[in-house]
Nanobody
């Protein structure tokens, strides 16, 4: 079955860095795009970044550009999210999800499988 497992979350001070991992299984990895999303309590889920595993093209929400970097390792069936210069407002549960198609959709409605999330807390 399709499975997405996030890891790498934790507590970090503002200005610090963290790398999240999304280990995928149960499908042909390079046939799908995988994205990162986040949700803080009381807020709606928002897109963070997405990568097409077929061609390597990556996309970012404007607020994450220059701070976050998404990458994929097709040999390991894993997508990473390197987060630098973290801010308290980055505190959220971070989820990875698989696109229903080969390419990144414009919103999370285009994702068909989701991981259970990993918590990131950025302290002041």
């Amino acid at each position: 079955e399709v499975q997405l497992v996030e890891s790498g979350g934790g507590l970090v001070q503002a200005g610090g860095s963290l790398r999240l991992s999304c280990a995928a299984s149960g499908f042909t990895f390079d046939d799908y795009a995988i994205g990162w999303f986040r949700q803080a309590p009381g807020k709606e889920r928002e897109g963070v970044s997405c990568i097409n595993n077929s061609d390597g093209n990556a996309y970012y929400a404007d607020s994450m550009k220059g701070r976050f970097t998404i990458s994929s390792d097709n040999a390991k069936n894993t997508v990473y999210l390197q987060m630098n210069s973290l801010k308290p407002e980055d505190t959220a549960v971070y989820y990875c999800a698989r696109s229903s198609s080969t390419y990144c959709p414009t919103n999370y409605y285009g994702m068909d499988y989701w991981g259970k999330g990993t918590l990131v807390i950025v302290s002041s």
